[in-house]
């Protein structure tokens, strides 16, 4: 076979995320082992999901994770965004999470610091002082 095109491909993402049926998941898989388009989508698809697997392991708490992940499965699918944008989506989602939790961290910090009068936002030398006891 010699195409461009598999209709196959629309399936390798719940092929690796084990959401197909038994049956759905045996035509998948027999089907890779002839199909060139298939396995290098798979491969391409694995080495993405290798690298959000580790970047998560490392900067994602796992409860966020999953509520990101439930967020994200609950939408509806848009197959014209193609396999891989898929991915790329929960991977920004989960990036501007991460973002704006971090950033209410700092804000929340600000607050308490604006609480006990050390006037932080005067700059430097305000924020010098105040590390020195002044
Ligand atoms: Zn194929």
Redesign the pocket.
């Known amino acids: 076979m010699n195409q461009k095109e598999?209709k196959?491909?629309k399936k390798l993402n719940s092929y690796i995320d084990s959401e197909l049926k038994e049956v759905d998941f045996e035509k998948v898989r027999n089907?890779l082992k002839s199909?060139h388009?298939?396995q290098n989508e798979l491969r391409e698809i694995n080495r993405i999901n290798d690298f959000l697997f580790n970047y998560k392991e490392e900067e994602v708490n796992e409860y966020i994770n999953q509520r990101i992940l439930s967020t994200v499965k609950s939408l509806p699918e848009k197959r014209t965004w193609g396999l891989l944008t898929r991915r790329v989506v929960n991977f920004s989602i989960a990036a501007s999470v991460i973002i704006s939790f971090t950033v209410g961290i700092i804000l929340s910090n600000n607050l308490f610091a604006n609480n006990n009068e050390t006037n932080i936002e005067f700059g430097q030398e305000s924020l010098y002082s105040f590390f020195e006891g002044e």
Do not use: E, P, S
Request: include cysteine; charge should be neutral.
């Open positions: 598999c196959y491909l089907h199909c388009l298939c």
